[in-house]
């Protein structure tokens, strides 16, 4: 059983910073770790990921910008959102990939928290 706590989300103005967590609570911690964003009215989508081997892919709305990192020995990760533009307004989820017999995989998400960036 593995649940998955977010926290660090807020309101910033334009080119602020703010730093998410993400905390699995349980007794696994599987360290593929991905963040989505979904602002209101639109899909759900792929910011960024890190995987066992602290292999990183970023959206290429937020590289440059957007840095993620885990702490593997605290069971959680962290999305640190730099020079942040009202486009990044959207409520934050993390999502945690653990690996399955027989190709298959589980999937846990977070909460989600809400970011807001004001101009």
């Known amino acids: 059983q593995v649940q998955l706590v977010q926290s660090g989300g807020g309101s910033v103005q334009a080119g602020g910073s703010l730093r998410l967590s993400c905390a699995a609570s349980?007794?696994?911690?599987?360290?593929?770790m991905r963040w989505y964003r979904q602002a209101s009215g639109k899909e759900r989508e792929f910011v960024s990921g890190i995987d066992s081997d602290e292999r990183t892919t970023y959206a290429t709305s937020v590289k440059g910008r957007f840095t993620i990192s885990q702490d593997t020995a605290k069971n959680t990760v962290y999305l640190q959102m730099n020079s942040l533009e009202p486009e990044d307004t959207a409520m934050y989820y993390c999502?945690?990939?653990?690996?399955?017999?027989?190709?298959?995989?589980?999937?846990?998400w977070g909460q989600g928290t809400l970011v807001t960036v004001s101009s």
């Open positions: 999502r945690m990939i653990c690996p399955l017999p027989h190709n298959s995989a589980l999937a846990t």
């Open positions: 349980g007794h696994i911690y599987c360290s593929d």
